[in-house]
């Protein structure tokens, strides 16, 4: 699920618009295996009229058979037809999308006017030393608790969960295999396109984001050490021990 804070944003905009609406529109762009989406539903049922794409035929197809009654569409945003939303959301998608500029002048195209983009993204091109040592330290003591098994891990991810290499080399090597665009990018194509309507907002709390890639256990072990490492990761923000590794981007289009 996205951030805690990215829910309230999504939740507040999502309650404001249904006491006007009867739906609110809401297009999902690069939605995966359809995880967040089956939430949203889940959670406003028929107050939301929600479309999910995915260009990734496999994955829409498995988020087709979780939950049929979402629209899940196999294409990408450049090809998605014509309508209008309230509500773009991006949870971590837009750094994957081909031509940066043209995917937020599409997502722009498809808003209705007042409606919003919600972009949740990573931002591990900014980690300095003290945030990536802050990171695996913890990664490699519940690797070595067993509670983390890199075993079966796929590059990059295994190098990145791999005690015996250093936390700055593996955290470089990772960050140079990345074939997606950096976030400065990501926020200099929504400002481009979304002007003074654009707000950043710094400190996403996403370290955690890690422990399940790394195969942390859903069990009520490896829930409740998920609970403690996002409650330590909130600390090092707040006290500035660490870098935001999440930002997220809320841009409306002018009335
Ligand atoms: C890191 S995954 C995030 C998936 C999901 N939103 C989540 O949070 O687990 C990025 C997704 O963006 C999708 N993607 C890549 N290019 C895209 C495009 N041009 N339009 C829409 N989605 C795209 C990928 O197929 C992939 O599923």
Redesign the pocket.
Same mark, same amino acid.
């Given at each position: 699920m996205s951030s805690k804070r990215t829910s309230l944003i999504l939740q507040d905009f999502i309650d404001s618009r249904i006491k006007t609406n009867d739906q609110v529109r809401i297009l999902e762009?690069?939605? %995966?295996t359809g995880?967040?989406a089956h939430l949203l539903k889940a959670h406003y049922q028929d107050k939301i009229d929600l479309t999910a794409?995915?260009?990734?035929e496999s994955?829409v197809t498995a988020a087709k058979i979780k939950t049929p009654h979402i629209n899940f569409h196999p294409q %990408?945003?450049?090809d998605c037809p014509d309508a209008t939303y309230d509500m773009i959301i991006c949870?971590?998608?837009l750094h994957?999308?081909?031509d940066l500029q043209k995917?937020v002048q599409r997502v722009y195209d498809l808003l209705a006017k007042g409606g919003i983009l919600l972009a949740e993204e990573l931002q591990p091109d900014r980690l300095d030393s003290a945030s990536i040592i802050w990171l695996f330290d913890r990664v490699d003591l519940l690797t070595a608790a067993k509670q983390l098994n890199a075993e079966g891990l796929r590059p990059p991810h295994s190098t990145l969960a791999d005690p015996t290499i250093p936390a700055e080399q593996r955290w470089n090597a990772f960050l140079q295999k990345r074939s997606c665009h950096p976030s400065s990018a990501v926020k200099a194509a929504v400002k481009a396109v979304f002007g003074a309507n654009t707000e950043i907002r710094e400190n996403t709390a996403f370290m955690h984001y890690y422990l399940p890639k790394f195969r942390l256990q859903d069990t009520e072990v490896g829930r409740s050490i998920l609970k403690e490492f996002m409650k330590q990761e909130a600390r090092a923000l707040g006290n500035n021990t660490i870098v935001s590794l999440g930002f997220s981007i809320v841009a409306s289009k002018s009335i």
């Open positions: 762009v690069g939605c %995966g995880e967040f794409i995915d260009p990734s994955s %990408g945003v450049l949870t971590k998608s994957h999308c081909g995917t």
